[in-house]
């Protein structure tokens, strides 16, 4: 398996604009999850899901932010509109849940520059 | 609600010298425990984890940790270091139940190994 994917690995996008970020987790997991990190708030969990449903998008910072999952191989995290307070690396990973013992398996993140 | 406290921010030290990454956790119920690694510019992996059993759990690498029940911990060890295993270490824990394999993480510990 080729892994969790991720797309595009670097954004630089202007304040104000639209960004989606893509993600196919791995064939047959049900879980998946959407983080943040930063250097000043390190690895913040934004949302995730469960056989595509939205299970918890507490972490969400702002109706800006929204997250999709049409189906069990895709998802998509978008900000509208943009601002520069909103680059980090973003992280997809998915797991098979096992009642919380399934690891976690990370895509390699998008870059995030809002300028 | 779970918590996760890297008690090191930063660890310095020299190749082939042992090395400990201290970690604390806080929950209300039974929990896993994840070591996650995440080299310079990619996604986050895992080096072990404990579900049950027995407390010393090896992972990949040469680490291993304990898990102590009474003093709430999960300490990261590895008895020589090696310049490639410099990065950042995240430890994390799961509650087990109904959270879809949903992990709190700390807030990282640097290593950085000297020549």
């Known amino acids: 398996d080729a892994g969790v994917i991720q797309s595009p690995r670097h954004e630089v996008t202007e304040m104000g604009q639209e960004v989606t970020l893509r993600c196919k987790p791995i064939?047959?997991?049900?879980?998946l999850f959407w983080y943040r990190q930063t250097m000043m708030r390190g690895l913040e969990l934004l949302i995730y899901?469960?056989?595509?449903?939205?299970?918890?998008d507490s972490g969400m910072p702002e109706d800006r932010f929204s997250a999709k999952m049409p189906n069990a191989s895709f998802s998509t995290l978008k900000i509208q509109p943009s601002e520069p307070r909103d680059s980090a690396v973003y992280f997809c990973?998915?797991?098979?849940?096992?009642?919380?013992?399934?690891?976690?398996?990370f895509g390699p993140g998008t870059r995030l520059t809002v300028l | 609600a779970q918590s996760v406290t890297q008690l090191d921010s930063q660890v310095p030290v020299f190749e082939e010298a042992p090395v400990e990454l201290r970690c604390n956790y806080s929950?209300?119920?039974?929990?896993?425990l994840f070591w996650y690694v995440q080299y310079p510019n990619q996604g986050l992996q895992l080096l072990l984890k404990?579900?049950?059993?027995?407390?010393l759990v090896k992972g990949i690498n040469g680490f291993e940790a304990e898990f102590n029940k009474s003093q709430t911990s999960f300490h990261l060890r590895k008895p020589s270091v090696h310049i490639s295993d410099t990065a950042e270490y995240f430890c994390?824990?799961?509650?087990?139940?109904?959270?879809?394999?949903?992990?709190?993480f700390g807030q990282g510990t640097i290593l950085t190994v000297h020549p």
């Open positions: 899901f469960n056989n595509n449903v939205p299970i918890d």
């Open positions: 064939s047959g997991h049900n879980s």
């Open positions: 404990y579900l049950s059993g027995s407390t």
């Open positions: 929950s209300s119920v039974s929990v896993y």
């Open positions: 994390a824990v799961s509650d087990g139940g109904t959270s879809y394999g949903k992990l709190t």
């Open positions: 990973a998915s797991s098979l849940r096992l009642a919380g013992e399934g690891e976690q398996f």
